[in-house]
């Protein structure tokens, strides 16, 4: 691995890796608040994302880009998305609180394992499309992952309300799936020539794009309507297809043309 120019090392920016390991120790304050009492949860954790974002946000100034340009930043982007996403979703039910916190506390412990140094963008990424592309699927990844929460919570007790809660979040994350996937086309067509290539991230990308459609028309296909268990089990199995697209295909293919250095 070549040297980190001085620049963008770690103890050039001290504030903005405080920053980084502050919002870590937040979003782990704010599980155990949660898992004590879960109304008293969303503000340590919007504490948490507030700091995470003034973090990210710096750490974009220092390389006047998205700071999403390697492993670390991946992972940090992905953990913002989700205390963002979970602090707009509260519900004060544990069952469905504490799974999405173990994943937002799994995918900030990654972040924080690696060298916390800035890196420039590489060239493929300088293009409008990769701020647009990039952000909108962590969102996305996030709000599957309180849908699939949700359907944990429906297991528990049965309660139609987390059914529609499941509905609504596999729409909003459908939805800005399709619009991350159609920024992603135009930014292949920038950094490769080409809409879509036979890459284990564009491919994953649909069958998630045609997993949460499925899950959709299920409501509205009549020979199902007396199945509820099926939406919530959707949901669950659209989880682990989350973490095959997101940590498979981005960190053990090595041959992705989406992994990240």
Same mark, same amino acid.
């Given at each position: 691995?070549?040297?980190?120019?001085?620049?963008?090392? *770690?103890?050039?920016?001290?504030?903005?890796? %405080?920053?980084? $390991?502050?919002?870590?120790? +937040? =979003? @782990? /304050?704010?599980?155990? &608040?949660?898992?004590?009492?879960?109304?008293?949860?969303?503000?340590?954790?919007?504490?948490?994302?507030?700091?995470?974002?003034?973090?990210?946000?710096?750490?974009?100034?220092?390389?006047?880009?998205?700071?999403?340009?390697?492993?670390?930043?991946?992972?940090?982007?992905? *953990?913002?998305?989700?205390?963002?996403?979970? %602090?707009?979703? $509260?519900?004060?039910?544990? +069952? =469905? @609180? /504490?799974?999405?916190? &173990?994943?937002?506390?799994?995918?900030?412990?990654?972040?924080l394992?690696?060298?916390?140094?800035?890196?420039?963008?590489?060239?493929?990424m300088r293009?409008?499309?990769?701020?647009?592309?990039?952000?909108?699927?962590?969102?996305?990844y996030?709000?599957?992952?309180?849908? *699939?929460?949700?359907?944990?919570?429906?297991?528990?007790?049965?309660?139609?309300?987390?059914?529609?809660?499941?509905?609504?979040?596999?729409?909003?994350?459908?939805?800005?799936?399709?619009?991350?996937?159609?920024?992603?086309?135009?930014?292949?067509?920038?950094?490769?020539?080409a809409?879509f290539?036979?890459?284990?991230?564009?491919?994953?990308?649909?069958?998630?794009?045609?997993?949460?459609?499925?899950?959709?028309?299920?409501?509205?296909?009549?020979?199902?309507?007396?199945?509820?268990?099926?939406?919530p089990?959707?949901?669950?199995?659209?989880?682990?297809?989350?973490?095959?697209?997101?940590?498979?295909?981005?960190?053990?293919?090595?041959?992705?043309?989406?992994?990240?250095?």
């Amino acid at each position: 691995m070549p040297p980190v120019p001085p620049a963008l090392q *770690a103890s050039s920016h001290p504030v903005l890796s %405080a920053l980084l $390991w502050i919002a870590g120790g +937040l =979003y @782990l /304050l704010a599980f155990l &608040v949660t898992a004590w009492r879960p109304a008293a949860g969303r503000w340590v954790l919007g504490a948490g994302a507030a700091v995470h974002l003034a973090g990210t946000v710096g750490r974009g100034l220092a390389i006047d880009f998205l700071p999403l340009t390697n492993k670390l930043e991946s992972f940090s982007g992905a *953990a913002l998305a989700t205390a963002l996403v979970l %602090a707009v979703v $509260w519900v004060p039910v544990r +069952l =469905y @609180l /504490l799974p999405v916190q &173990v994943l937002l506390l799994a995918a900030m412990g990654a972040a924080l394992r690696y060298p916390l140094h800035l890196s420039w963008p590489p060239p493929l990424m300088r293009t409008i499309w990769y701020p647009l592309h990039v952000p909108l699927s962590f969102v996305c990844y996030a709000i599957w992952a309180a849908a *699939a929460a949700a359907a944990l919570a429906w297991w528990r007790d049965r309660d139609p309300a987390w059914i529609g809660r499941i509905d609504r979040l596999a729409l909003w994350g459908f939805a800005l799936w399709s619009v991350s996937m159609i920024t992603g086309g135009m930014w292949g067509v920038v950094a490769w020539g080409a809409y879509f290539m036979w890459d284990p991230k564009i491919i994953w990308s649909a069958i998630l794009w045609f997993h949460y459609a499925t899950l959709l028309h299920v409501r509205l296909t009549p020979s199902v309507q007396g199945k509820v268990w099926l939406r919530p089990a959707l949901a669950g199995l659209g989880l682990l297809l989350v973490l095959v697209a997101y940590v498979g295909t981005s960190f053990l293919f090595g041959r992705s043309s989406h992994a990240f250095s």
